[in-house]
């Protein structure tokens, strides 16, 4: 019967790769905690905010800037939009106050009220907003006058 046993040249080799590997100061390292900067759930953002000022065919909602050190994400937005007529709305969008359209709305006719015409939507969207900059949405419309409430929500992440 043939021994198992590994040749001494082999065996050699074998122990000086693992003693090569204990070494290694790759293997020796410790798992690190690292922080991470993007969790939804550590800095939750949620803002109401509401118009019935319409000044030259719009009803505009602006925000609070974002604060230093955070930038904040937006990953919602719902409205209402209480209007006296139905078929006046022609844009509603989601911007940075008093610069670019980060998203544009269709909202949804709702039955009518004894307030108007009820237009509606609750979308998910993916919007960047940077330290002193202010979400705002606007409603553009025929009507001269009517009410919308908006809410922004999402979650803001800290800059170092």
């Known amino acids: 019967m043939r021994s198992q046993a590994l040749p001494s040249r082999w065996r050699a080799a074998f122990i000086g790769i693992i003693a090569l ?21 550590r800095n939750f953002y949620y803002e109401v905010a509401s118009c019935n000022v319409v000044t030259f065919g719009y009803c ?3 925000f609070a800037p974002v604060p230093a050190g955070k930038r904040l994400i937006i990953t919602r937005v719902s409205m209402l939009n209480q209007m ?16 670019f359209i980060q998203a544009f709305f269709n ?21 960047k ?3 002193g900059q202010s979400p ?18 999402g979650y803001t992440v800290d800059i170092p």
Do not use: E
């Open 129 to 131: 907003y940077d330290v």
């Open 107 to 127: 909202a949804t006719l709702n039955p009518s009220t004894s307030t108007g015409f009820n237009y509606t939507f609750n979308d998910s969207v993916l919007a």
């Open 21 to 41: 590997g204990a070494s290694c100061p790759t293997l020796a390292q410790k798992a690190a905690l690292v922080q991470d900067r993007d969790d939804v759930a």
């Open 60 to 62: 505009q909602i602006t």
């Open 84 to 99: 006296p007529a139905a078929g006046t709305i022609s844009s509603i969008d989601l911007r940075i106050a008093g610069g």
């Open 136 to 153: 705002q949405l606007i409603t553009f419309s025929a009507s001269a006058s009517f009410l919308i409430v908006g809410t922004i929500s």
